[in-house]
């Protein structure tokens, strides 16, 4: 029986890890920041699903380091205690938690879907934090504050509810407040994401 520390550092690893492959880097795009294969970032994280038919709630905190190798990811509870670490590497994810040994598999999906039952297929989350996502039609998307929901491929709703003001003189600003839904389907229930994105140091 998987138990709710693992609900949740697993939920987190899919959501922020699962469309870790880039789609491709985007052109500077009037309205969004340019967009860029290496940053840091860190922010809050709550999960809203159903499982076995029944509303359930994760939240936690995660610090984000980015790079053409990679990704690498810090778990944390809602009071700041480091709870996992994750790094992924094309064709191989590995969670990392204290007292445990590491689980590794070909990516975050396939690992929550094998120990939770359900995964979160969330493509582009490389891209979202930086304000870009793949339109239902296959188009590049760069949110600003007048153009600011799109819906993606695989069903997610996004809206850029908020945003951080421009820093070091630059006309663009960067997302602040990310909102994802997705509808009920068959053998998974609805699911909503809210990412918060702390300003920058």
Not at 91 to 108: C, K, N, W, Y
Request: aromatic letters at 6%.
């Amino acid at each position: 029986m998987i138990n709710k520390n693992n609900a949740f550092i697993l939920a987190l690893c899919a959501t922020l890890l699962g469309g870790c492959a880039s789609t491709g880097t985007p052109l500077s795009t009037t309205g969004v920041a340019a967009y860029s294969d290496t940053i840091e970032l860190s922010g809050r994280l709550t999960i809203n699903f159903e499982k076995d038919g029944k509303p359930d709630t994760l939240t936690g905190k995660f610090s984000w380091s980015q790079s053409p190798a990679g990704v690498d990811v810090n778990l944390a509870s809602p009071l700041g205690q480091t709870i996992a670490t994750i790094n992924v590497k094309p064709g191989v994810a590995t969670l990392t938690q204290s007292g445990s040994a590491p689980r590794v598999a070909a990516d975050i999906d396939s690992l929550t879907a094998q120990t939770l039952g359900w995964s979160l297929p969330v493509s582009g989350l490389r891209d979202w934090l930086q304000g870009y996502a793949t339109a239902a039609d296959g188009t590049r998307f760069a949110a600003s504050p007048a153009s600011n929901s799109v819906t993606t491929p695989d069903g997610w709703r996004l809206t850029f509810v908020s945003w951080h003001e421009a820093q070091g003189g630059a006309a663009r600003p960067a997302p602040r407040r990310i909102d994802a839904q997705r509808s009920a389907s068959a053998g998974a229930g609805e699911l909503t994401i809210r990412i918060v994105v702390d300003p920058k140091a």
